[in-house]
């Protein structure tokens, strides 16, 4: 199943286009995307069995499938080749920060830039059960989709002061696109090995797959749900591979004029344009 947000709606999106989920259910479910979460296993029986009556749609259209999460958590360093060339050894447990919810975007549409930004794609879960104290191996059962996402960072503000401001540098306004689509596992031959790719102004500089993940998604939903409640509609964006701007020689960042394309196996691709703020 892939569900999305279309002109602020939610929507189940099909080969022959978009189903308005408040219209299809006659109202048993709210065109609000963030509250399906909270009925998901509801919500998943009945579009199982959904009316099909789908119409076309533009993607320039499509918003945040999940526009407004309790919590975002962001993991650092969570691929070898990432720790590597930021110069550190393997973390052994997750490195955990926060972004905003005023950071979200949608997967496509300009960005404005205060300043030089750094792009990380990254595979994002999004949480449909509550999870607390959830063994790894029962880490999928909480996940109700994946989507695409864009870890978008100033690392002048993340590195400035006596400690780094991870959340700070990472949460300015639309530094936080997600998207087209949350799409559902069981849609994957395997969720836990998806191709991901960044490309700047038609470059790759950012190849790599989820099986390199340090901490899996079902690791990670175990591993910070010991400490505190995921609670459904949440996101974890679970960390990029190698080839970021900051670790370059010459650093390259990211400014007004240029083209960041983000693409997930089996989810899709986001589209983003900068402007100077």
């Known amino acids: 199943m892939r569900i999305a947000t279309l002109s602020g709606r939610l929507?189940?999106?099909?080969?022959?286009?978009?189903?308005?989920?408040?219209?299809?259910?006659?109202?048993r479910f709210s065109a609000d995307p963030q509250a399906i979460y909270d009925r998901w296993a509801e919500f998943r029986a009945w579009a199982a069995t959904a009316p099909a009556d789908a119409v076309p749609f533009a993607e320039t259209d499509l918003g945040a499938p999940v526009p407004a999460p309790r919590q975002i958590f962001g993991i650092g360093l969570n691929y070898r080749d990432h720790a590597a060339e930021a110069g550190l050894g393997l973390p052994d447990s997750p490195t955990v920060f926060t972004k905003f919810a005023s950071s979200l975007t949608g997967p496509s549409g300009e960005i404005a830039l205060p300043g030089p930004a750094d792009?990380?794609?990254?595979?994002?879960?999004?949480?449909?059960?509550?999870a607390r104290?959830?063994?790894?191996?029962?880490?999928?059962?909480?996940?109700?989709?994946l989507t695409v996402g864009q870890d978008l960072s100033d690392r002048t503000l993340q590195l400035a002061g006596p400690a780094p401001q991870f959340s700070l540098g990472k949460s300015r306004p639309g530094f936080g696109p997600i998207g087209p689509f949350v799409v559902t596992p069981d849609e994957f031959a395997d969720p836990d090995d998806l191709a991901l790719e960044c490309e700047v102004n038609g470059e790759s500089v950012q190849k790599s797959r989820t099986g390199e993940l340090i901490f899996s998604v079902p690791e990670l939903v175990s591993r910070l749900s010991a400490v505190l409640p995921l609670w459904p509609g949440d996101l974890i964006f679970t960390g990029t591979p190698a080839g970021v701007g900051m670790a370059r020689t010459p650093q390259r960042f990211l400014n007004p004029g240029d083209e960041l394309v983000s693409?997930?196996?089996?989810?899709?691709?986001?589209?983003?344009g900068f402007t100077a703020s």
Request: glycine fraction near 12%; avoid cysteine; proline fraction near 2%.
């Open 11 to 27: 929507v189940l999106v099909t080969e022959a286009g978009a189903v308005d989920v408040e219209q299809a259910s006659e109202r």
């Open 263 to 272: 693409t997930i196996e089996g989810i899709g691709r986001m589209h983003h």
């Open 119 to 130: 792009w990380e794609v990254e595979l994002v879960a999004v949480i449909g059960v509550l």
């Open 133 to 145: 104290d959830v063994p790894a191996e029962h880490g999928w059962e909480h996940v109700a989709g």
